[in-house]
């Protein structure tokens, strides 16, 4: 069983940035693919940015340019970067490491951006 962590979130004016962090446990996590998903009360988990084994990434459109997802296999960290937030980012944010065909959540992070 991988426990996941997410730390980092917090309220940030609009064009301000935060930088979140997941601690996934295990031995095997530089195998593990990473994703960051966001949910806002009433709507379905989205999927934000993926942070494959070979450091390959990917990101939601709206986020590219903004967001910045890294990884540090010796820590068993993944962190993402967010800046130029905007008031659509707010969001429980959460970390989802992907082994073989298990996949694990954490309880997410909660990142506010208001005025």
């Known amino acids: 069983q991988v426990q996941v962590t997410e730390s980092g979130g917090g309220l940030v004016q609009p064009g301000g940035s935060l930088r979140l962090s997941c601690v996934a446990s295990?031995?095997?996590?530089?195998?593990?693919?990473i994703n960051w998903y966001r949910q806002t009360p009433g709507k379905q988990r989205e999927w934000v940015a993926t942070?494959?084994?070979?450091?390959?990434?990917s990101y939601l459109e709206d986020v590219k340019g903004r967001f910045t997802i890294e990884r540090d296999n010796a820590r068993n960290t993944v962190l993402l970067e967010m800046n130029a937030l905007k008031v659509e980012d707010t969001a429980v944010y959460f970390c989802n490491p992907l082994f073989l065909r298990d996949t694990y959540w954490g309880e997410g992070t909660l990142v506010t951006v208001s005025s």
């Open positions: 295990g031995s095997n996590f530089q195998q593990y693919i």
């Open positions: 942070i494959f084994t070979s450091g390959i990434t």
